[in-house]
């Protein structure tokens, strides 16, 4: 009997600080959408490519600097360029820095011994065959700002979010996440642009997490991966089905584009399925997923496959992940 209280009484107090919001709410996690609040991490962090004798290819002519939170960093060295079609990664993963005095110093002898350090834009990395001087830099995507060609339907310019379910402005003239389309297509080419919040302290999912769904069935993922992998479920992957060939994440709070080509699934007089639906996704102007069958709905899909046409879905899970220029092309 003496036990079983004890049992009893131990389960109670299990349960009073579960409730206890003071031991049981999890830290908060900081969502930047400014660069003008987002402290002196977002300055550092970034992509660098080499400033001096371009015509030397090796390891350090370009490096990705990953803000992990209270002045942390990560640094990705690249061989010859930053990501792209022919993108040729280094040997070495990810050597530590940080933020100390007014730079970052980082170090990781284990591999060529890489050390160095990034003061006000630039970066000076040595190894033991090489000294690089590379310069931060910002990218853009060919197609941002892409105007509608003839024919498109045009489903967000900035002026109204009439097109979309649930559709909400924010920040004057973009489209907050967590929306579905009130049109519906079939087979036909997307574009849209997007931008990630700047959260240093996330890891993994919870890093500006979203996602493009196709017909509200097929997700192209949308999250901070820059820097990371390029996984089935980070930045351009069909969700759980199929990884980018490249990771072409820019650094958050960049203007990022997606121009999908889309072909959906086809269906006979009975409802049986024919073909499944083919994906083709340009991300910031770099093809990352060719002519990719997608055998059914991915995670969270608002609907099963079909003949029927389904609308654009941009996914709410917690992240002010924001919208712009959204335009549909149906093919005929």
């Known amino acids: 009997m003496f036990r079983y209280s004890m049992f009893i009484l131990t389960l109670l107090s299990m349960c009073v600080l579960a409730d206890d919001p003071k031991k049981a709410a999890p830290p908060k996690i900081d969502a930047f959408t400014s660069a003008e609040k987002a402290g002196p991490d977002f300055e550092i962090q970034g992509e660098y490519v080499v400033s001096g004798d371009k015509t030397k290819l090796g390891i350090g002519h370009a490096a990705q600097v990953i803000a992990m939170g209270d002045g942390k960093f990560e ?137 493009v769904y196709v017909q509200g069935r097929y997700e192209v993922q949308i999250l901070d991966s820059f820097g990371l992998a390029g996984k089935d479920n980070e930045c351009g992957g069909i969700y759980t089905m199929s990884a980018p060939k490249v990771n072409m994440c820019f650094p958050p709070l960049s203007w990022q ?33 060719d002519n990719v069958k997608v055998p059914g709905p991915t995670g969270g899909s608002l609907s099963k496959e079909s003949a029927e046409p389904g609308p654009i879905h941009l996914q709410d899970h917690g992240d002010p992940v924001v919208f712009r220029n959204i335009w549909v092309l149906p093919k005929k």
């Open 75 to 211: 640094v990705r060295c690249w061989e010859g360029a930053l990501p792209t079609e022919s993108w040729k990664a280094t040997a070495e993963s990810r050597i530590p820095g940080q933020l100390r005095d007014g730079q970052v110093r980082f170090e990781n002898n284990v591999v060529h011994g890489f050390h160095g350090y990034i003061k006000q834009g630039k970066m000076s990395l040595m190894t033991r065959f090489h000294n690089f001087d590379l310069t931060r830099v910002v990218r853009e995507s060919p197609s941002l700002g892409m105007k509608p060609p003839s024919g498109a339907k045009v489903l967000f310019d900035g002026t109204s979010a009439d097109h979309w379910d649930k559709g909400k402005l924010v920040e004057g003239n973009l489209l907050k996440w967590g929306t579905t389309s009130k049109d519906k297509f079939n087979d036909c080419t997307i574009h849209l642009e997007f931008r990630l919040p700047f959260m240093p302290r996330a890891r993994g999912q919870e890093r500006a997490n979203s996602g």
């Open 257 to 289: 584009t997606y121009d999908i080509d889309f072909v959906a699934a086809k269906f006979d007089g009975s409802g049986k399925k024919t073909s499944d639906a083919v994906l083709t996704v340009w991300h910031n102007g770099v093809v990352i997923q």
